[in-house]
């Protein structure tokens, strides 16, 4: 089973907010990992956690801030955003058996948001 | 430069069609090549992963690394209208730590 869950798959939130996206793997791999994916472009990474710790932050603003309590959770903690911050959001999790993350990665169906 | 480039399209085939996606890389040190379907809306699918030169086929999916001309294909054989969607191909230089390099996708749509 190569399924990786997110919740909600539809906010909409205002720039004074605080929520929170959720991403779940039951497969497990010690990679995940947050994207960001605007209309008709590719992915873009944002964050990679490697065994529950924090490795690659792409200079992502602060008011993204990523979270991984556990092996298989991944959370993305939102606040004070921006309308240009709309976008699709992805998790994705790869298994890092030989040491590298050069492990295929695994994409959930994303978190579709909406920033008013 | 961009590091991958991708023919955004969109390509129209008729249903049954044999239809071929391409990329080409700057960067020789890429290493693990990956095409990834994604609909409208929805999370990237994994079609189909390669390291290294060669030919990997999956059912009516082929895909190909050529290296030495830094230049990846993905053949889907008899086209169907739900292959109709986004073809984004990526790779990953296998040394740096979870770092996918995207084309920027190729819309594909299958007409009956």
């Known amino acids: 089973d190569t399924e990786v869950t997110q919740t909600p798959k539809h906010l909409v939130m205002g720039m004074t907010n605080k929520k929170s996206l959720k991403c779940e793997q039951h497969?497990?791999?010690?990679?995940m990992y947050w994207y960001k994916q605007k209309a008709k472009k590719p992915p873009e990474l944002m964050f990679v956690?490697?065994?529950?710790?924090?490795?690659i932050n792409e200079s992502v603003p602060s008011r993204f801030s990523p979270e991984c309590p556990n092996s298989s959770l991944l959370n993305l903690h939102l606040h004070a955003l921006q309308p240009e911050d709309s976008a699709l959001y992805l998790c994705?999790?790869?298994?890092?058996?030989?040491?590298?993350?050069?492990?295929?990665?695994?994409f959930g169906p994303g978190t579709r948001l909406t920033v008013l | 430069q961009k590091e991958v480039e991708q023919d955004p399209g969109p390509l129209s085939v008729p249903e049954g069609a044999i239809v071929s996606l391409n990329c080409t890389y700057s960067?020789?040190?890429?290493?693990?090549f990956m095409w990834y379907r994604q609909y409208s809306r929805k999370g990237p699918e994994l079609l189909m992963y390669?390291?290294?030169?060669g030919n990997k086929e999956d059912g009516r999916f082929t895909a190909q690394v050529d290296k030495s001309s830094k230049y990846i294909s993905l053949f889907i054989r008899d086209s169907q209208p739900s292959d109709s969607a986004t073809y984004l191909c990526?790779?990953?230089?296998?040394?740096?730590?979870?770092?996918?390099?995207f084309g920027r996708g190729t819309q594909l749509t299958v007409w009956p």
């Open positions: 994705a999790s790869s298994p890092q058996t030989s040491g590298g993350l050069t492990d295929t990665q695994y």
């Open positions: 497969m497990g791999h010690r990679a």
């Open positions: 956690y490697s065994y529950e710790k924090l490795s």
């Open positions: 960067n020789s040190a890429f290493q693990y």
């Open positions: 390669t390291y290294s030169s």
């Open positions: 990526a790779m990953n230089r296998g040394s740096t730590l979870g770092r996918l390099y």
